[in-house]
């Protein structure tokens, strides 16, 4: 049964007019117009680059992720070709429906336009939702599938209608098809339940029901787990050692603050938070939160991990700010809105120049590249697709006739694999990831052009190594090929056996 005062709210929704879809519909819409009219810009980044390549070599999983943004990609490739707006379209999408469902999440939550409004409009300006609009990943999908999970506990909660599990677990199945992650989230809305007076729903056939779709959704990729020996596993493994020797998980609640949600939306998802805790019909979302929160904090994993969890919040919080701004006068009213919003659009500016490509040159690029790291990664892909391909003229007949294009990183080989038909050069040979699986050609290559290695690492690998280029581009900036892997290099045969050498050189990134 509903208290008095969630029956008064619902009565006051009730009697709003249309009109209160407006501001949440507006609020994604300018989002999409602003991604769609910058997304052009840079280059592809190196983790697209991998959905490209995998995208081209349909299957029901990958090494580093499960099947089903590879799909997707294929889509936008069928659709636009390597057009970066349109195969970006997707997550400018996912991001636009992303906004609008928290502004229905403060609605459920007994929010009216002025809470739906906020509430969009703080997700909409947060940096790490607005980076996801901005390149092509699973992260992007991934944040929309935690959002519609709490939509759907809130829906099931608040109208007590249990068959709200059977959305809950189509949900999760695509979760689990899209980023593992999920499984944090999911497990912490079970625990939620069962820590909580809302433990009784689980005792019912919908909920089985729930698992046995998400289980079937996720039972083709599982099928694949099982038959290359659960290998995601022992790559997330090799990546989060990996990670945390690096210190990807430091400054996790840093973060959790300044890029997960926009920093002047933080009363927001704390109130949020605290309303959930106190609300015995709602307490299951506030675990939600807390135990993935726990969790990756004592792993150490990295802060965008939790990112998704910050609508929920946020919404609430909007929900419960409306009825307490309500109270105040107006005068009062008015300076707490004139400050809320003021404050969320001066941050939301802030992470806009941070994390978008708002500018092609000047001042405004400079410094969305000094900061935003991911940009970096987008810059230089196709200078280096034209060096190989003019290192390639160099050789001699000979050895252009049994040549191959071995690539250090998934990068590298996205960037030869998709770029480089143009130039007419080969497929790339990979040792990293799926492409590890897709082995090397045959007859093998006796001549090789070596990206992504140093010179001692070629040395070891290969035989009669020179210097052949440098990778670097025009825009002189420092990312992790212009740094990391600056040389070029053209050798022969690996030292070892072909089967050998591709067992030894196995390697995730």
Wanted: hydrophobic share 50%; net charge positive; aromatic share 14%.
């Amino acid at each position: 049964m509903q208290s008095s005062k969630e029956a008064q709210r619902t009565v006051q929704l009730n009697s709003q007019p249309r009109t209160q879809w407006a501001l949440m519909l507006s609020v994604a819409a300018a989002i999409t117009l602003l991604h769609l009219l910058t997304n052009g810009r840079y280059g592809f980044h190196r983790d697209e680059l991998q959905f490209l390549s995998d995208a081209r070599h349909l299957d029901w999983g990958f090494v580093a992720y499960p099947p089903l943004t590879p799909f997707v990609e294929r889509i936008g490739l069928d659709l636009f070709g390597l057009s970066m707006v349109g195969l970006r379209l997707f997550s400018v999408i996912a991001q636009a429906a992303a906004i609008v469902v928290t502004g229905l999440m403060a609605r459920e939550l007994g929010g009216g336009r002025l809470a739906q409004g906020t509430a969009a409009l703080a997700v909409a300006l947060s940096p790490l939702p607005l980076f996801e609009g901005t390149e092509f990943q699973y992260g992007t999908f991934d944040y929309l599938w935690w959002v519609l999970i709490a939509y759907f506990t809130i829906r099931l909660l608040k109208t007590e209608n249990p068959r709200w599990w059977l959305a809950i677990g189509a949900t999760a199945g695509v979760g689990l098809l899209t980023k593992y992650t999920i499984c944090f989230f999911v497990l912490a809305l079970l625990c939620g339940f069962l820590l909580t007076r809302a433990r009784r729903f689980l005792w019912s056939w919908w909920l089985l029901g729930g698992v046995a779709i998400a289980l079937l959704i996720f039972l083709p990729n599982l099928i694949w787990q099982v038959r290359h020996s659960f290998i995601s596993y022992h790559f997330l493994h090799s990546i989060h050692l990996r990670d945390v020797g690096q210190g990807r998980g430091n400054h996790f609640i840093f973060k959790q603050f300044f890029v997960c949600a926009n920093f002047y939306a933080a009363p927001l998802w704390i109130a949020g938070l605290l309303c959930f805790l106190r609300s015995p019909r709602y307490r299951p979302l506030a675990w939600m939160y807390l135990l993935p929160l726990a969790f990756f904090l004592v792993a150490k994993g990295i802060f965008y991990y939790l990112a998704p969890a910050y609508p929920m919040l946020i919404a609430m919080g909007a929900a419960e700010g409306e009825q307490w701004v309500g109270r105040l006068s107006k005068l009062w009213r008015r300076v707490v809105k004139v400050v809320l919003f003021q404050g969320i659009a001066v941050a939301g500016a802030y992470g806009c120049a941070m994390v978008l490509p708002l500018a092609a040159s000047g001042p405004l690029m400079h410094f969305a590249l000094e900061k935003n790291d991911a940009l970096r990664e987008e810059i230089g892909w196709p200078e280096l697709v034209q060096t190989v391909a003019g290192i390639r003229d160099s050789l001699p007949a000979e050895q252009q006739a049994s040549l191959g294009v071995l690539v250090g990183n998934y990068g590298e080989q996205g960037a030869i694999e998709m770029l480089g038909p143009a130039y007419r050069l080969p497929p790339p040979i990979s040792v990293t990831n799926s492409a590890w699986l897709r082995g090397y050609p045959t007859p093998p290559p006796t001549t090789l052009i070596v990206i992504g290695f140093s010179r001692e690492a070629a040395d070891r690998a290969f035989t009669s190594c020179r210097l052949a280029g440098h990778n670097g581009n025009s825009e002189v900036v420092k990312n992790e090929e212009s740094q990391d892997h600056p040389d070029i290099f053209v050798c022969g045969s690996p030292r070892l056996p072909w089967p050998d050498f591709w067992k030894k050189y196995q390697s995730f990134g």
